[in-house]
């Protein structure tokens, strides 16, 4: 058995991977946390654990933990893991360079994977548009739209899709990425990756990249139906997790792609 604590586990994600984690008998719950303002706090949820708002509980007696919480509680959680000697997936969006940097720093001493986007479905756009801006000099457009509520823009995923594209032509994503035009622009730069951004309704997250060239185009799409997608990809990704060496995977990993 793989004891397990979930972070944020009355967030919407949370809700789903914990109910994911429920009908794997490879894994045990052992601890959830939410936040200190929580009418629920102080509940026993599934398997008898109670719901706390300690972040330590979910490494003092876990083997992994898995957080899709927010970017202001990414860095506590890290330096417990480390701490602690604890496994750690991490589904966080809207995480800065040098939060990038600090999973980078831990993955020396932990297993840790971090993305954007736990997806298998992404994960394999992601690779397919890897050897697509390898070979394809045509411009590229990043499209996305998400649900009202989303508070980062472009998403992790679009922004991961970018890199990608930008990884694969040699350059770095700051130096050709444009996240807005208005008004008199002028002719679109050659190496240009364009991103447009949508918000609204209850839309879980479509995204497409779009290669254009003079005389052909191609555009790859994906569309998310349900969040449950991106809680079957954590567990998943939790279960590949568990037993590895110290270092930092991605979804890729998982796959094999």
Same mark, same amino acid.
């Given at each position: ?15 789903? %991977? ?22 629920? !706090? ?61 999973? $980078? ?6 297993? !840790? ?32 739209? $998400? $649900? ?18 930008? %990884? ?30 949508? @918000? ?21 799409? $994906?569309?998310?139906?349900? @969040? ?30």
């Amino acid at each position: 058995m793989i004891k397990v604590g979930i972070a944020a586990v009355t967030g919407r994600m949370g809700t789903l %991977i914990c109910q994911e984690i429920a009908k794997d008998n490879q894994f045990q719950l052992v601890a959830a946390t939410t936040s200190g303002s929580n009418p629920k !706090l102080g509940e026993m949820i599934a398997n008898n654990v109670q719901l706390t708002a300690n972040p330590e509980s979910l490494f003092s007696d876990t083997d992994l933990a898995i957080d899709f919480s927010t970017s202001a509680l990414l860095e506590k959680h890290v330096e417990l893991a480390v701490k602690k000697n604890v496994s750690l997936v991490i589904g966080t969006t809207g995480i800065s360079q040098q939060q990038k940097e600090m999973l $980078h720093d831990a993955s020396k001493t932990i297993p !840790l994977l971090y993305a954007s986007n736990t997806s298998m479905g992404v994960t394999l756009m992601k690779s397919l548009v890897t050897q697509m801006a390898k070979i394809l000099d045509f411009d590229v457009e990043i499209d996305e739209i $998400h $649900h009202r509520h989303k508070v980062d823009a472009p998403s992790g995923t679009s922004l991961a899709l970018g890199e990608a594209v930008a %990884i694969s032509r040699g350059v770095k994503l700051s130096d050709v990425a444009c996240y807005a035009r208005h008004g008199h622009t002028g002719p679109r730069p050659d190496g240009q990756i364009g991103f447009s951004v949508r @918000r609204g309704g209850g839309v879980i997250g479509d995204h497409t990249v779009s290669f254009l060239g003079d005389d052909e185009s191609i555009e790859i799409t $994906h569309k998310g139906f349900s @969040r449950s997608l991106y809680a079957k990809g954590a567990v998943k990704a939790a279960k590949w997790l568990y037993g590895k060496p110290a270092g930092l995977y991605t979804m890729e990993d998982v796959l094999g792609v």
